[in-house]
Nanobody, 123 residues
Framework: QVRLVESGGGSVQAGDSLRLSCTYSGDTARANCMGWFRQAPGKEREGVARIRTRDGRAFYVDSVKGRYTISHDNAKSTMYLRMNDLKPEDGAVFYC????????????????WGQGTQVTVSS
């Protein structure tokens, strides 16, 4: 199991930027895929970005392409999500997750989750 702790959320204005951080510990050698999800009130949790930690390949949902950047720093045991040009519809609780990559499909089976950090974007 991987322990994950998010930070960096807050309240911003539309057009602003935020960088979320996710520190990880535990069985990190097993987890070769990490990602960010978000859940707005009344909506299902949505995967917004994921990254394969061994080759750095990143994937994004269409609605955030060009605005969000996922990265990780193994030396600091931290994953990041840089969010630019934030929109009110980006407001949600953001969760980081870790799991096992499926290199055949490009997917990731997530099995460890953080507690979430709130992002609020005002128009």
């Amino acid at each position: 199991q991987v322990r994950l702790v998010e930070s960096g959320g807050g309240s911003v204005q539309a057009g602003d930027s935020l960088r979320l951080s996710c520190t990880y510990s535990g069985d990190t050698a097993r987890a070769n895929c990490m990602g960010w999800f978000r859940q707005a009130p009344g909506k299902e949790r949505e995967g917004v970005a994921r990254i394969r930690t061994r080759d750095g390949r990143a994937f994004y949902v269409d609605s955030v392409k060009g605005r969000y950047t996922i990265s990780h720093d193994n030396a600091k045991s931290t994953m990041y999500l840089r969010m630019n040009d934030l929109k009110p519809e980006d407001g949600a609780v953001f969760y980081c997750a870790a799991g096992i990559a499926d290199y055949a499909t490009g997917g990731c089976a997530f099995d460890s989750w953080g507690q979430g950090t709130q992002v609020t974007v005002s128009s």
